[in-house]
Nanobody
Framework: QVQLVESGGGLVQPGGSLRLSCVAS????????IAWFRQAPGKEREFVSA???????SYADSEKGRFPISRDNAKNTVYLQMNSLKPEDTAVYYC???????????????????WGQGTQVTVSS
């Protein structure tokens, strides 16, 4: 089992930046694909990005280029650098871990086994 803790959320003005962190503890970090999802009020949770243990990445088309994802295996941490934030980026951001294939970058939330508690990101002037 793996435990995930997100941090780095907060209130930011449109056009600003935030860096979210997801720290994993428990089983071997390298065995997991780590993804970020988000859920806005009244909407379903949606995929944002994912990264595998070799650094391979996948992004939602709407976020490609704005939210680079990275991974520090030595620190058991995955980062989501959020740039050029828009009010529609307001959501609770969750990190999730997927066991099984260490390479497959699933975009489906039901394929992820472990979830953090989420961190709130609010983009408003």
């Amino acid at each position: 089992q793996v435990q995930l803790v997100e941090s780095g959320g907060g209130l930011v003005q449109p056009g600003g930046s935030l860096r979210l962190s997801c720290v994993a503890s428990g089983r071997t970090f390298n065995n997991y694909v780590i993804a970020w999802f988000r859920q806005a009020p009244g909407k379903e949770r949606e995929f944002v990005s994912a990264i595998n243990w070799t650094g391979g990445t996948s992004y939602a088309d709407s976020e490609k280029g704005r939210f680079p994802i990275s991974r520090d295996n030595a620190k058991n941490t995955v980062y989501l650098q959020m740039n050029s934030l828009k009010p529609e980026d307001t959501a609770v951001y969750y990190c999730a871990a997927r066991s099984g294939s260490r390479f497959f970058l699933s975009t489906k939330e039901y394929e992820y086994d472990y979830w953090g508690q989420g961190t709130q990101v609010t983009v408003s002037s």
